[in-house]
């Protein structure tokens, strides 16, 4: 990132005159190159923008045209964005913010300096996460955080607290009729979604979706470990990681469910990180193995309302290793010092393990892009930074350039991390394209994205609500 600057009140930026003009709007980005997933590319475009939204979004005017009707809003700062491409803030949808102790007071910066201005955070205690909003929203420097709160599972919670190396993030939700009062608790603590994991049973997660409904939460979930794709995506608004598709697609799936259903029946004593370990262990490579294309064809179908979260950079980790790009260390030299090390200490261990790894299912989540597409099923881009060595920001670049290479187009890309987690909460007037009335969170890039994906990585300024924003 060459810089980012921050625009202070008063300050005499890019052109601002002494004493302002209190009837201009606040800024002006002029002679840019415009890209956004609706409006396509727009050359030699003015973008005015006056507290925190854009205002205007026109041509420049040719100099006769200056004083008509119909000249674009007068500005205060003028920024010459010659040979720069603004695209709308970046989002990542999966990202958990009380993973690692040590990276959560770190992760909005790093967010900021890789461009994104949104988060979907989709697990953790939510008496804090609703802390941390509120401590980042009195900062003119911090993207809009939205949160789900625990991990809704079943009577054993894969992330329960017991291991120290996987934090608490999950609660159980033993019985249907526990899930109208859990999840009015949650909106009341600031919930913008729900989040429901794998072990949960069909009846209670069709009682947790019919009371989210009901209150106007979206729902984001795992396939449950007791229910197929088909049956548990339509009830919801998101579907991650592409985990426990597999078994849906697989031409003997319901074997495998009636062993899946069988199994968990009767574990009555142990850790739920455990039992799903084990059952992804005995069943997705079978599946996989048993894939179906007609019968794939018909669950896919089945989601086309449903978002797929791919998060492909962790499932294909090791397989598409981020620690063999060139700008892998300078970016783990952003983190704690602590946690370069660790970090540093898994990806060694993947290195020498790449000869003899099985990376099915990191291929398989490539395939299945492919399918996806196919069958009218909607993308949405997030990495579950920082699990499995994902460095915060950073590692959406990277998820965008394998969804690319998976099939979808950098203008498809473009529009999973803006247009459509703006869908998901059904905020897209409001942001996640470049247009009047729409929130000023932006990006200027040194290069065009549509032409190479890997460009988003080249940003020269970023802006949050209207202020351009310095990070170190």
Known sequence: MTRLLLLAAGFLFFGCSDNGNPTAADLAIENVTVIDALGGTRANMRVVIDDGLILAVAPM????AASSADAAPEANVIRDASGLFLIPGLWDMHVHFLYDEELTDIMAREFLHYGITSVRDTGG????????RAQLQESDAAPSVYYAGPLLDGRFVVYDGGDPGRPKLGTSVAQPAMARQQVQALKDQGADLIKIYELVAPDTYQAL????REIDLPIASHVPLMMTADQA?????????????ELACAANWQELLQTRQHLIAGFVEGRGFDLRRELHSLQRLPAIAAYDETRCDEVLQSLQQTIQVPTLRLNAVGYVAPYEREDWSAALARLPEAVQKRWQASADAMRDAAATADFTFAEWSLFLISRLQANGVPIGAGTDTPIGIGIPGYSLHTELELLVKAGLTPAQALYSETVTPAAFFHIEDQVGTIAPGMRADLLLLEADPLQDIANTRQISDVMIRGRWVQIP
């Open 209 to 212: 979706a019919d009371a989210a």
């Open 61 to 64: 005017a040719e100099p006769s």
């Open 125 to 132: 205690d939510i008496a804090r996460l609703a802390a941390l």
């Open 233 to 245: 995506g339509p009830l919801a608004d998101s579907m991650e990681h592409l985990r426990n598709i």
